[in-house]
């Protein structure tokens, strides 16, 4: 029995299941999608408001229904690298005036002050931050 051609296979078969074993090694970008929908604006959207100050807030819905122009909705989806899709709809009911009478959000949105921590303030310190002689006009 010849030995080379037997190492080779396994050595083969070895190299290709370990390469599909390796699973999330390509970055994937996180995808949102339809309208952003921060948990502080939503808030700020009352009852008796007009539908220009709802659009101001909220900018164009995505959906508006065509048998009933007096409700929009507002669907955002986000979607995080490899988790799951999560979608938010917030459902803006107006009357005939065009004043809104009620508002239904799915379900809570994600704070934002958690998700903003790439945002931090690097500030120098020590002799870094001293002027030197060639940027006198700081």
């Known amino acids: 029995m010849q ?3 037997v190492i080779a296979v396994i050595a083969l078969a070895l ?6 074993s390796i699973n999330k090694v390509v970055y994937r970008i996180d995808v949102p999608q339809g309208n952003y929908l921060e948990a502080a604006t939503v808030q700020q959207v009352k009852a008796g408001m007009t539908k220009e ?3 101001y807030l909220l900018g164009t819905p995505v959906l508006q229904d065509p048998f009933n ?3 929009w909705h507002y669907v955002y989806l986000q979607q995080h690298s490899y ?3 999560v979608q938010h709809t ?3 009911t107006f009357d005939n005036k065009g004043i809104v009478t009620n508002t239904d959000l799915d ?4 704070d934002v002050e958690k998700h903003s ?9 020590g002799a870094a931050s001293e002027k030197s002689w060639w940027q006198f006009w700081k």
């Open 117 to 125: 921590v790439n945002n931090a303030i690097i500030e120098a310190t």
């Open 69 to 71: 122009a007096n409700t």
């Open 90 to 92: 917030l459902v803006v």
């Open 53 to 55: 100050q709802v659009q």
């Open 83 to 85: 988790e799951d899709p």
């Open 3 to 5: 030995l080379k051609p």
């Open 15 to 20: 190299s290709l299941s370990a390469c599909s």
């Open 107 to 110: 379900k809570p949105l994600p």
